[in-house]
Structures are given as structure tokens and as C-alpha cells.
């Protein structure tokens, strides 16, 4: 889902050759990958696990999954801006509502992450240090991620208000 993120991003290397149609296209089949990843991996969990969401990283995982669903379909509903603008739905607001909930959802399933790393098991297999420094970069990079998102969604706000 970072990589999503990214592609859209106009200092990300990988996608600074591409122009606006073909960084949308990388970005929703990056997205949809994740999303489908995420899902079936949650799934997963939910089925083969006796006991879901007892953890603060099963309750955050939770809340991802569902923010990512919520994404996802608002997803298709920003990919779609001309056609849902004839039923009244301005255009901004379908972006505005897809930015904020990717934001949420990547930065939920962060903190899920990060409560996975703080877990006995992983600590024990990587070492307590080692586990401090996975919660520590997932954590700067959670942030670096969400730059360009947010300066969008803030852009995006001012010239849906002018």
C-alpha cells in the first residue's frame, strides 16, 4: 500500500517517468493488490485463529481491514469522478473522502503492525532491540509516507472551500 502511495507521489522514483493517467493506473492496481492482500490475510486470520481481536494488534487490524474496504470502494468512487458527477456527487468529495480514509487505513495498519512487533514471539525470535527498531522505522516511514497524502488532502480542502 505504501508503494500505492508513491506512485502517485511527484518525488517517488519508480514512477517519476510516468505521467497523471499512467501513475492512477499503477496507483489503483497497487492499491487493489494490497487491499486484496490485506483482506485475505485477514480472513485468514479470522478463520484459523479460535479467539480474534482480543489483542490492541487484532483491534487495530480490524479497524485497518474495514478502513481498507471503506478505501477501496471510495476508491472506485474517486476513479469515477465524471460519471458519478452527474448524480450531484462533486468530484472533490469522492477524493477528499478517498484520501482520508486511505490515510486512516495505512496509518491503522501500522500501529497494528507495530503492536505485532511488540509481541513475546517476535521479540524472542529478533531480540527486544531489534523489535524497538522495527516499531521505530515502520514508524518514520509511516509518516514520510503520509506527507503527500495529506498536503493533497489539505489542497484539496482549500480549493473545495474557495
Avoid at 29 to 40: Q, T, Y
Avoid at 71 to 93: E, F, M, R
Wanted: charged share 10%; glycine share 8%; aromatic share 14%.
Amino acid at each position: 500500500m505504501g508503494q500505492s502511495f508513491l506512485g502517485l507521489a511527484p518525488y517517488n522514483s519508480w514512477s517519476i517517468e510516468l505521467n497523471t493517467v499512467e501513475k492512477r493506473r499503477g496507483h489503483w492496481i497497487l492499491a487493489l493488490l494490497g487491499s486484496i492482500l490485506i483482506m485475505a490475510g485477514s480472513f485468514y486470520a479470522m478463520v484459523f485463529k479460535t479467539l480474534n481481536f482480543n489483542t490492541m494488534h487484532g483491534k487495530y487490524g480490524l479497524v485497518a481491514l474495514v478502513f481498507t474496504v471503506v478505501n477501496l470502494v471510495t476508491g472506485v468512487a474517486a476513479l469515477y469522478t465524471v460519471p458519478l458527477k452527474k448524480i450531484c456527487i462533486p468530484p472533490s468529495l469522492s477524493k477528499i473522502t478517498h484520501l482520508v480514509f486511505g490515510v486512516v487505513a495505512f496509518v491503522t495498519s501500522a500501529i497494528s503492525l507495530c503492536y505485532s512487533y511488540d509481541k513475546n514471539a517476535f521479540k524472542n525470535w529478533i531480540g527486544a532491540d531489534a523489535a524497538l527498531g522495527c516499531i521505530i522505522l515502520t514508524g518514520i516511514f509511516t509518516g514520510l509516507l503520509c506527507i503527500n497524502p495529506l498536503y493533497t488532502t489539505y489542497k484539496r480542502f482549500v480549493t473545495a472551500f474557495k
